[in-house]
């Protein structure tokens, strides 16, 4: 959480690390101060079956490319599957009304769902704004300027996710960073959480260490589904990872060669077995690879640079967009409502 001011600490003094990983669309807000790596990444693409989509919109300004993309990354619902299926659900509920009703019987046995929604970069903005989307809310029209953020759709979507923190939710949540989610998950206190694949890597790793209440593996009653959708659709937020070399840098030749190298096919390759799943490769080559049916738990991550939309919908996730996740606008408008305020003031 302490990233972004670190980058701009960096780009103010002129001096820091050649490179610097950026999250989502933060790239967009460092371009001015970003080389041009244009090269490095056409090379990588065309090599690799093409960027998706939303990796090319993230690490482009115009026709400059202002990042070279690594890999990405996205949010599932980790569930307890026995649970679940405790109270009627023999899979994730896959819309709100479901979730309420799944949740409330679930809170009433000390189970409750958790989420995030506190100032931090990943599981919090990951989780409302697919909420929003779901809902037909969203921050501005397709020509980027038209602010609609304040719709009956959003404020429907603000009043439903008070009933639902309320009936459902771990009410501690409001304070949670990406690592609190992850703790009360796996020390069973929390029945689904919206995630990485994390948890379950962290479950899988330590078979012994990460038990149910029944003394068996936790890793055996753990799932992954989509969050659920609305009358909008049903989205994930994808997170692209990428690659930034600084202006500033004194050593761009050899950053570039070090860019490359990574994110060429043989070396890629075994950084993306290693990681089982956990995210995602930037280009769509990487969605045949072998790894995927490995572990029939990770596989729906596959498809979440596919299945979702960028933060700045229905316009483009640039710098404002940016700005807008960076100041938890959107996740503080439910936080507000969830503390009080009125929906509609939210």
Same mark, same amino acid.
């Given at each position: 959480n302490d990233l972004q001011a670190r980058i701009t600490s960096a780009i103010q003094s002129g001096t820091g690390p050649d490179i610097i990983m950026a999250l989502g669309n933060w790239p967009q807000l460092y371009a001015e101060s970003l080389a041009d790596v244009g090269d490095v990444a056409e090379e990588i693409g065309s090599a690799q079956g093409g960027y998706y989509d939303a990796v090319k919109l993230v690490a482009t300004v115009g026709n400059k490319w202002i990042g070279v993309p690594w890999t990405v990354g996205g949010g599932l619902i980790a569930y307890r599957k026995s649970w679940f299926e405790e109270v009627?659900?023999? !899979? $994730?509920?896959? !819309?709100?009304?479901?979730l309420r009703d799944a949740g409330k019987k679930l809170k009433a046995k000390g189970r409750p769902l958790g989420q995030t929604a506190g100032h931090t970069f990943g599981d919090a903005p990951t989780f409302w704004y697919p909420f929003l989307w779901s809902w037909g809310g969203k921050e501005v029209e397709a020509d980027g300027k038209t602010v609609v953020l304040n719709s009956k759709e959003t404020v429907e979507s603000v009043k439903f996710a008070v009933v639902l923190w309320k009936e459902t939710m771990d009410e501690g949540g409001l304070s949670w960073d990406d690592t609190s989610?992850?703790?009360? $998950?796996? &020390?069973? &206190?929390? &029945?689904?959480t919206n995630n990485g694949a994390s948890i379950y890597l962290e479950a899988k790793k330590k078979p012994d260490t990460y038990l149910t209440e029944k003394g068996t593996p936790m890793k055996d009653d753990i799932l992954h589904a989509g969050i659920p959708g609305g009358a909008g659709g049903q989205f994930n937020l994808p997170g692209p990872f990428i690659n930034l070399l600084m202006k500033y840098s004194k050593n761009q030749d050899a950053a570039k060669k070090f860019m490359r190298w990574i994110s060429s096919k043989e070396i890629f390759d075994k950084w993306f077995v290693s990681q089982q799943g956990y995210t995602c490769g930037p280009t769509k080559m990487w969605e045949e690879h072998p790894v995927w049916n490995v572990d029939p738990i990770l596989a729906p991550f596959r498809k979440v640079p596919v299945t979702g939309r960028l933060t700045g919908y229905a316009g483009a996730p640039n710098q404002k967009a940016a700005e807008v996740q960076t100041k938890y606008i959107i996740v503080d408008m439910y936080a507000k409502a969830i503390q009080g305020m009125d929906a509609g003031d939210s």
């Open positions: 009627g659900y023999k !899979t $994730f509920p896959e !819309t709100w009304d479901a989610n992850n703790r009360a $998950f796996l &020390s069973g &206190s929390i &029945s689904a």
